[in-house]
């Protein structure tokens, strides 16, 4: 469906590299397997025909050996039943993170933080958002496989010239969205501000066909071009290519985001690739993004200042090398998915 079905997957084919996993989630059909060493994706068929309130009485069997056992999603019912299950009967130690959203739960009426070790939320802006009277918390961010994410050919100094003589380029000049189109992730915005004779390429799934039939409006006359699936490599190659990721989330009329963009991966995913992002200060953004050295970032709702940002970059190289070369080291240092390992391994009580 998105970034928060990505982060799980990503998260445990990384932990399965430092312990023993099992990844449960529900589906149409079961599923055993086990697609890495050290992992074993079990999916349960649900007996919910609500794909937002999963449940399955086996589940209880699946958590029986477990030591430690973590929940991607606050507000949902195996959460619910794992933390009474797990945490309140046999007292074993289990997290929550939450990715927004959820369905139907008694975690609404009753207060399940009570009976969990503590949340782990995708960043201090989530971390302020936090339900229930237990806020024990630490924050783990997400990540990128920089294995998979690798940044573009090294950027040329000022100046420097290819083979044939000509400038060497940096990028093709166009600018990248990355997300489910969604009035909450702002594309409208960007495309109001796109400057003229700029492509832009929309990559991402539907999820509010009124909001898309807006957009394809809105877009009428401009360079933007809508994907609306791509592989992983063709993902990689768009963004090793493009001059920016734009992010433009808006707030609403209390300036706040809500709990919209409580970590924004396609930022990590893009800055991996050594493409600079343009990004709406806003929610979780300004804690990836640091203005004028991995990016830049613009007031929320503004149109006008997302064109100014990108005809910036577009205007001077030199500026774009440092924030392409600056985001990709930001990467590095914080936003693998070995960084969110040793987060959650630290915050269970069992880093090394």
Known sequence: MGGGERFVEELTRAMARRAEVKLVSFGRRPVRERPVPGLERVVLRSW??????????ALLRELAGADVVHCHQYFALPTFVAALWSGRLRGKPVFVTDLGGGGWTPAYHLDQSR????????????????????????????????ERFSPRAAAPVDGEDDATGRPRADHDGSVVFLGRLL?????????????????????????????EERLLAAARGKRVRFHRRVSDAELVHRLQSAMALVHPTPVDASGGAGANELFGLALVEAMACGCPVIASRAASLPEIVEDGETGLLVPPNDPAALGSAIERLGADGALWRRLSRAAHRRVEERFTWDRVVDRCLHAYGLAP
């Not at 495309?191 to 004779?197: A, D, Q, R």
């Open 183 to 211: 009035p909450h992730k702002g594309v409208h915005l960007l495309i109001e501000g796109l400057p003229e004779g700029v492509e832009l390429h929309v990559i991402g799934s539907t999820g509010h066909p009124p909001y």
């Open 48 to 57: 919910s025909r609500n794909p937002a309130s999963p449940i399955a009485p």
């Open 115 to 146: 009976w969990i070790a503590a949340h782990l939320p995708l960043s201090h802006y989530a971390a302020r958002l936090l339900p229930g009277t237990n806020q024990r918390h630490a924050v783990i961010y997400g990540g990128v496989d920089p």
